[in-house]
């Protein structure tokens, strides 16, 4: 039986019964008034996961910035940390790291060489290639801003139980995989 043949007796109750109404509560009963006959459940989950990783996003940059950097900055400069010493990478390596395109990361790279926060040399194994490497100046930044990054994330889910924030963890990695977002 297609969502379209079932009665609205037959579709599934909120997920959040017995939880505070929030807006996307709200928008589901005006969307079940409006269109009984279609399920509109996935906006349980998809509606208030896009309105937290807007909250967390704010909640996230609002330290960055406490420390001079963008989102884009801290990104490289913790990648360029986790490499360990001597904390560089190739500009190809650090682009696949961060996730984005060569030359958004040349652009945040260029920012945080003008801020004394790296270096760029070429490659001693590759002529073309271009190493990125910290600076002294910026992994103490680094090393301040994730210091307090973590602080701000365990804040950030200090509302659940370890248990919860497992189970959690848990499922969005198994989302993640089937939908190849983390390919």
């Given at each position: 039986?297609?969502?379209?043949?079932?009665?609205?007796?037959?579709?599934?109750?909120?997920a959040?019964?017995?939880?505070?109404?929030?807006?996307?509560?709200r928008?589901?009963?005006?969307?079940?008034?409006?269109?009984p006959?279609l399920?509109v459940?996935?906006?349980?989950?998809?509606?208030?996961?896009?309105?937290?990783?807007?909250h967390?996003?704010?909640?996230?940059?609002?330290?960055?910035?406490?420390?001079?950097?963008?989102?884009?900055?801290?990104?490289?400069?913790a990648?360029?940390?986790?490499?360990?010493?001597?904390?560089?990478?190739?500009?190809?390596?650090?682009?696949?790291?961060?996730?984005?395109?060569?030359?958004?990361?040349?652009?945040r790279?260029?920012?945080?060489?003008?801020?004394?926060?790296?270096?760029?040399?070429?490659?001693?194994t590759?002529?073309?290639?271009?190493?990125?490497?910290?600076?002294?100046?910026?992994?103490?930044?680094?090393?301040?801003?994730?210091?307090?990054?973590?602080?701000?994330?365990?804040?950030?889910?200090?509302?659940?139980?370890?248990?919860?924030?497992?189970?959690?963890?848990?499922?969005?990695?198994?989302?993640?995989?089937?939908?190849?977002?983390?390919?």
């Amino acid at each position: 039986m297609t969502t379209a043949e079932r009665s609205v007796d037959d579709l599934p109750a909120p997920a959040t019964a017995g939880l505070p109404d929030d807006r996307v509560a709200r928008i589901q009963a005006e969307w079940h008034r409006e269109r009984p006959d279609l399920d509109v459940s996935p906006q349980a989950v998809i509606g208030r996961l896009h309105r937290l990783a807007d909250h967390l996003t704010t909640e996230l940059t609002t330290v960055y910035r406490a420390h001079g950097l963008g989102e884009g900055e801290f990104d490289v400069l913790a990648t360029l940390r986790r490499a360990g010493a001597p904390y560089e990478r190739v500009a190809g390596e650090l682009a696949q790291h961060t996730m984005v395109t060569t030359g958004a990361l040349t652009k945040r790279v260029d920012r945080l060489e003008q801020a004394g926060l790296v270096a760029r040399r070429r490659s001693a194994t590759d002529g073309r290639a271009r190493v990125v490497a910290l600076t002294a100046a910026g992994r103490e930044v680094i090393d301040a801003a994730f210091t307090d990054h973590m602080a701000n994330e365990h804040r950030l889910v200090a509302p659940l139980t370890a248990t919860e924030r497992d189970q959690l963890a848990g499922l969005l990695t198994r989302w993640i995989a089937a939908t190849g977002a983390d390919a």
